[in-house]
């Protein structure tokens, strides 16, 4: 099966006071459907500005990147947009809500954006909110909701488009350790349960724990020597793979 989203090789350079300044060095990574990925590293270590290259929105320094099948570097930026729609849903630590919308409407946008009427889609849009315990939130406005619910919301609009792939970046670094654990249950389902791709990049032992597969970014490059798979993975584990690596 052809992995969602592969990269070959990749860099990323920065330009610094006249010096290029490596983010990613070499990183090959794959993630197919039903599997659950997630991605390590401190602060700064280059985790965003993978997701960035992963999704397109920005262009590697060197090597490539695979989504659904498709190079990212031989399309347009049209060709990237689509594909980007069609294939990921997001998932964001600061939520990126629209804050003058309802959560009904923040739930509907991805839909509008495909170009499908959300008031078309109502059941649908209330199936996801149900499942996500938002049904009796539709109609209030983000401000009106606690960080754990504002966290929902955002999940919910990466969900409702039916996407494959879920990019999911630093999800529970804005949420109490209950709405945390809620969030990361609600995304191993997503795998286990839907068959999405999901995709994490965190620094939260805990949340990597709830992954099939976890990567170690050390000063741009993924480990070789230590990557743990296989299911129940122990936040001891974790935390002796962060050791060992001085991380």
């Given at each position: 099966m052809t992995p969602l989203v592969r990269t070959?090789?990749?860099?990323?350079?920065?330009?610094?006071?006249g010096a290029r300044v490596p983010v990613l060095r070499g990183v090959d990574l794959?993630?197919?459907?039903?599997?659950f990925v997630c991605v390590m590293?401190?602060?700064?270590?280059?985790?965003?500005?993978?997701?960035?290259?992963?999704?397109?929105?920005d262009a590697p320094s060197a090597g490539s990147v695979h989504l659904a099948g498709q190079d990212l570097g031989t399309l347009s930026e049209?060709?990237?947009?689509?594909?980007?729609?069609?294939?990921i849903g997001y998932v964001f630590q600061f939520f990126n809500l629209m804050v003058n919308?309802?959560?009904?409407?923040?739930?509907?946008?991805?839909?509008?954006?495909?170009?499908?009427?959300?008031?078309?889609?109502?059941e649908l849009l209330a199936g996801?909110?149900?499942?996500?315990?938002?049904?009796?939130?539709?109609?209030?406005?983000?401000?009106?909701?606690?960080?754990?619910?504002?966290?929902?919301v955002s999940l919910a609009r990466a969900l409702v488009g039916g996407q494959p792939l879920l990019?999911?970046?630093?999800?529970?670094?804005?949420?109490?350790?209950?709405?945390?654990?809620?969030?990361?249950?609600?995304?191993?389902?997503?795998?286990?349960?839907?068959?999405?791709?999901?995709?994490l990049v965190t620094h939260n032992p805990r949340d990597a724990t709830f992954a099939d597969r976890v990567h170690f970014l050390v000063d741009g490059e993924l480990s070789k020597e230590?990557?743990?798979?296989?299911?129940?993975?122990?936040?001891?584990?974790v935390h002796e793979a962060l050791a060992k690596l001085s991380i």
């Open positions: 070959l090789d990749l860099y990323k350079f920065f330009e610094q006071a794959e993630v197919g459907a039903g599997e590293g401190p602060s700064g270590s280059g985790k965003s500005t993978l997701l960035h290259l992963l999704s397109g929105l049209r060709g990237r947009t689509l594909l980007r729609r069609e294939t919308l309802t959560v009904r409407e923040n739930i509907g946008l991805p839909l509008a954006i495909q170009g499908r009427a959300p008031e078309r889609e109502r996801v909110a149900r499942d996500l315990e938002l049904e009796q939130r539709l109609d209030f406005f983000p401000h009106q909701l606690s960080g754990g619910e504002m966290q929902r990019l999911c970046d630093e999800p529970t670094g804005n949420l109490s350790q209950k709405a945390g654990l809620a969030v990361m249950q609600i995304l191993r389902q997503c795998a286990t349960r839907d068959g999405r791709a999901v995709l230590v990557v743990l798979e296989g299911e129940g993975l122990t936040v001891e584990e």
